[in-house]
């Protein structure tokens, strides 16, 4: 019996077999496609499950999800933005196994507390910064699902200054200003010639002006982003992955120079924040982590004195 | 046997005896004092003991609070604002009662929860928005303490547009640009003669233009906060109570608005931001909640996956 695990990013597919020690093995990859992505996300688990009987998987998924029915609708993927079953679907493709599934911030704060920054700490901020910023929160101990399962769309706090259009409908996101997409969109509109948020990284790196203000933009948004999450959730640890935040002090610099100016309660003061030892397969070792749990690891209290 | 419930505000005391049903009866307040802040806190609780042993207590202060060593730290009570430990000074007082504190942000939700807007809802913001601005958040059906007991401090959520400075040492939080008092001093910045952010709301809804600015400037500012944290948290409730939340069209109008720019996300629509049915006594019921609660209402799972 295999236990498998599955990250659904805005771009690619990854999926793998879970082994003994809960580490993911045999890992695959396939790029998500802009029609027929069920078919290749299916293909995608038959061939990593290689004719073996699947016990249970584990389904990390862009957001947002609706946890509870068992639908993601990923901004990122159009022919699943309006949602797709993917339980259900699951479901069918291995019948018998027990399907767990969460947002992949979830899978990535269950990550980082389970073998990242976050092992232990009680409060703490889970964060993705790439191509778009996700995220997922521990609150008092747990991973938190939130109403829906979209619990930690830190991507979507709204930062001062800038007046950005953002994806999801909404204004001034710090995923509109700060992401490695976002941040090369504006330097492109300020004359610089390159593509992506990694040419902008080594440009920041190599001492680029334009490269050098998108990059110290994008960090003062995140530590304003950041700031406000820290003061509402009473957290001690921000541990952020994702190629992006790889982009060294020209980012990190302006951050934590933001995260100083912006969060002066005392009870901030200390606040650590992070680059994440996790790989880009945090999501995937997240999602392994929900198949593995013989409890929900998200499952809330039912002793104590709410909802009387 | 007594039952008594305290709420520390940043500008009076009020005490009172929680009966039998729950309610609180016999409610005494005194203003805060510039100096012997204690002397004046512990009259109160004496004069509402009335002579009764105390059995329990609960408490509920201005914030921030280091909740873990019963220490209250309010920012608005000079004499305090460093630390006074409140826990040990209350169990000098009445030997043998059960002393249970939080922020008052966190009673603020418990009273929400138990009498208000937010019972049985899981995932919600609960508000004040007077002289100051405050709230608390329910995650995943329990009220959230975080870290230190500051969780659900929305006043330092930073929102865009505006650089002033606020009394928390940071720059930007909604606390320093929409409270009663921000808003006021705003407009008598612009050139209004007036005084408090209830004559303000006044001569908005009698058309006075600086005010009618004023109000909108606040409004803006809170659901921008308001949609940052419902991204984060992925809430379906607001309620806002507190003086200044009674400011009704002026303040309420630019909110929606506000909300309805920002919260994009597919999951945030219908979101309820509502004006609390609770008056200004909500913290107090919120202590008392607290103190007759047979188990710690903040307490966290000890099953399921967390902290292995």
Do not use: Y
Not at 124 to 141: E, K, N, P, Q, R
Request: aromatic fraction near 4%; include cysteine; charged fraction near 15%.
């Amino acid at each position: 019996m295999a236990i498998l695990a599955l990250d659904i990013g805005a771009t690619k597919f990854a999926a793998g077999v879970v082994d003994a020690a809960g580490a993911v093995t045999a890992v695959r990859r396939a790029p998500v496609p802009v029609r027929g992505v069920w078919d290749v996300c299916r293909e995608l688990l038959v061939s990593v499950a290689d004719g073996a009987a699947v016990s249970a998987i584990g389904i990390g998924s862009a957001g947002p999800v609706d946890e509870p029915a068992g639908i993601t609708k990923p901004l990122n993927i159009p022919e699943w933005r309006d949602g797709f079953p993917i339980v259900a679907a699951v479901r069918e493709l291995f019948p018998g196994a027990a399907v767990r599934f969460a947002m992949d911030g979830a899978c990535l704060a269950l990550a980082e507390q389970h073998s990242g920054a976050l092992h232990g700490v009680r409060n703490a901020l889970a964060m993705t910064v790439s191509s778009g910023i996700g995220g997922g929160i521990i609150v008092d101990g747990r991973v938190s699902l939130g109403r829906t399962g979209n619990a930690g769309h830190i991507g979507h706090i709204v930062v001062p200054g800038w007046d950005v259009r953002c994806a999801c409908g909404g204004v001034g996101c710090v995923e509109a200003v700060a992401s490695g997409m976002s941040s090369a969109r504006w330097a492109r509109e300020q004359g610089w010639p390159g593509e992506t948020g990694a040419e902008l990284a080594r440009a920041a790196r190599a001492g680029d002006p334009i490269a050098v203000s998108a990059l110290a933009r994008a960090g003062t948004a995140l530590g304003q982003a950041i700031s406000s999450a820290a003061a509402l959730l009473d957290i001690d640890t921000v541990v952020i992955g994702g190629g992006f935040a790889h982009s060294g002090e020209p980012l990190w610099g302006p951050l934590r120079v933001a995260v100083d100016r912006h969060a002066g309660l005392g009870f901030l003061r200390g606040l650590r924040v992070e680059l994440s030892r996790l790989d880009e397969g945090a999501t995937l070792v997240g999602a392994a982590v929900l198949a593995c749990s013989d409890t929900d690891p998200f499952a809330t209290a039912t002793s104590g004195f709410p909802e009387e």
